[in-house]
């Protein structure tokens, strides 16, 4: 029997494994990746009697090998805020997934811990670009304005390290990321007890993000924007990061960010408008590669070819939901 312990490599894939791991110690096999790398089940060769968590990637992207583990007789717990599509029946199968627009998995996860390490829910929750559900809960918490902005930043990085194209990409792997983390049941604790950690990862955000000002929009009105970044690693760290940046500086204007790769074509990240969080998932399944939910989506894989045909359909899209 393995424990199994399935999660998206970004904030909210992590805060909400630490959170449920220093609630339940379990020496696990880990199974996670770039944030982007979401068939994670793919991964695993699950046998009777294992014990899979997976958390914060899609149902829908990974019922093939759900299914499979299901049938091989392993106990899973499913919990995410990913578009599920229809959820199988299972006697092995535990799951606690909701898509709304204003809650992620790490929130999840602290629901069912009864907010046994809350701060670590809010760290998840600001890494989703959640600032608002982040807030909610700890006001009930003594926090603060300035451990607050800690805890807010502390997101913002662990998201930031989740993008790239690769592993090579990111300063720290996310199971490596995660075991450097996990023995803290305190995110404060985290920053302080390993600063040289923490150090790492807000010089390198800091230093992508002013890179990634100097780019001017390749279209930009008072609805939806598009920007083009180029095919290096500072890009494909920054893209989603970026993305939020740009959301919450315009919370009326939906935003792309395009990013070069090395086959020609674009690793899309897409947010709704902060004030009006709709319709992210509905625009990237549009397209081959693409899914998320309603506030935050994006597409891996958009041909060159697509891209005036994309920001054609971006701003209509938009314009229309604005109306």
């Avoid at 294992?50 to 759900?66: A, E, P």
């Avoid at 790490?106 to 959640?130: C, P, R, T, Y």
Wanted: hydrophobic share 40%.
């Amino acid at each position: 029997m393995a424990v199994i312990d399935v999660f998206n490599g970004d904030a909210d894939g992590l805060c909400a494994l630490i959170q449920l791991r220093n609630a339940n110690p379990q020496d696990s096999v880990l199974v996670t990746g770039v944030k982007r790398d979401i068939n994670l089940l793919d991964k695993v060769t699950a046998q009777a009697g294992d014990i899979m968590t997976v958390l914060d990637v899609s149902l829908d992207k990974n019922r093939d090998g759900l299914n499979a583990a299901l049938q091989a007789g392993a106990e899973v717990t499913y919990v995410d805020h990913h578009f599920a599509g229809d959820i199988p029946e299972h006697a092995n199968l535990t799951v606690n997934i909701n898509p709304a627009a204003d809650v992620c998995t790490s929130l999840l996860v602290n629901g069912m811990l009864k907010g046994q390490f809350a701060e670590w829910a809010i760290v998840g929750a600001f890494g989703d670009n959640l600032r608002n559900s982040a807030m909610a809960v700890a006001k009930t918490l003594e926090l603060s304005d300035e451990e607050l902005q800690q805890l807010e930043n502390l997101g913002i990085y662990l998201n930031y390290n989740g993008y790239g194209a690769s592993i090579e990409d990111l300063h720290f792997p996310p199971a490596e990321l995660y075991r450097r983390i996990a023995p803290f049941a305190s995110p404060r604790l985290f920053m302080k007890e390993a600063a040289e950690t923490f150090s790492k990862l807000e010089e390198g955000y800091n230093n992508d993000m002013r890179a990634a000002a100097q780019l001017p929009a390749v279209h930009a009105d008072e609805v939806s924007a598009v920007f083009i970044l180029p095919d290096e690693r500072w890009a494909r760290r920054v893209s989603g990061v970026y993305s939020n940046d740009l959301a919450n500086d315009f919370p009326d204007r939906a935003h792309a960010v395009l990013t070069e790769k090395n086959n020609g074509n674009y690793l899309v990240s897409i947010r709704a408008p902060l004030n009006n969080k709709r319709g992210a998932d509905e625009f990237c399944r549009q397209f081959p590669t693409g899914g998320g939910r309603a506030a935050a989506a994006g597409i891996n894989d958009l041909p060159v070819t697509s891209l005036n045909t994309f920001v054609e359909k971006f701003q209509e899209f938009y314009r229309s939901l604005s109306n």
